[in-house]
T-cell receptor
């Protein structure tokens, strides 16, 4: 049984470059979430998808961030013109159902370092 | 707005000691869910337990136990006879039907170090 998979695990980039991360949810999980975790803090919600539809975005998601989930399978999170403040761990989670009761299962994250 | 507070930033114990991690929450929802996750150094958040707001029965799973008290808005986690493998960051999280929907609000985490 495969869990949530994220790629790459680590990304180092220079300020101003664009980066893209990929998340593969657990098979048949309809809901997919993105969170951001900075050092010493808990994860903070960024956005989520129900199948291919992006239903909610946090105010943390500036216009330099975009997320997609084509065909309701894997998802990508792109950051354009990266800034040093974007350095963080980006976590993806998926759940089978769409309610607050449903357990979210997390991937190991992509750690982004912007130099 | 929802809020989760984990006042203990770091806890250090010696193996076989019992340790309790505190979690206090704020919500205006009448129906909500509380979760505990473990984050080992590898980074992946591992689900441990879910509790709903209508079930205040304490739960025990092996060396782990959870104490949910709605009157004090607390959902504390106790590890009995701690082991080195318990060393990790532990997060308490909250979701609710009325305000936050399915997105999770996390506390800042407690770094637990169990020394041999």
């Amino acid at each position: 049984d495969t869990g949530v998979s994220q790629d790459p695990r680590h990304k180092i980039t220079k300020r101003g470059q664009n980066v893209t991360f990929r998340c593969d949810p657990i098979s048949e999980h309809n809901r997919l979430y993105w969170y951001r975790q900075t050092l010493g803090q808990g994860p903070e919600f960024l956005t989520y998808f129900q199948n291919e539809a992006q239903l909610e975005k946090s105010r943390l998601l500036s216009d330099r961030f975009s997320a997609e989930r084509p065909k309701g399978s894997f998802s990508t999170l792109e950051i354009q013109r990266t800034e040093q403040g974007d350095s963080a761990m980006y976590l993806c989670a998926s759940s089978l159902g769409r309610t607050p009761r449903d357990i979210q299962y997390f991937g190991a994250g992509t750690r982004l370092s912007v130099l | 707005a929802q809020k989760v507070t984990q006042a203990q930033t770091e806890i250090s114990v010696v193996e076989k000691e019992d340790v309790t991690l505190d979690c206090v929450y704020e919500t205006r929802d009448t129906t909500y869910y509380l979760f505990w996750y473990k984050q080992p150094p590898s980074g992946e958040l591992v689900f441990l337990i879910r509790r709903n707001s209508f079930d205040e029965q304490n739960e025990i799973s092996g060396r782990y136990s959870w104490n949910f008290q709605k009157s004090t808005s607390s959902f504390n986690f106790t590890i009995t006879a701690s082991q080195v493998v318990d060393s990790a960051v532990y997060f308490c999280a909250l979701s609710g039907w009325e305000t936050s929907g399915s997105r999770l609000t996390f506390g800042e985490g407690t770094q637990l170090t169990v020394n041999p």
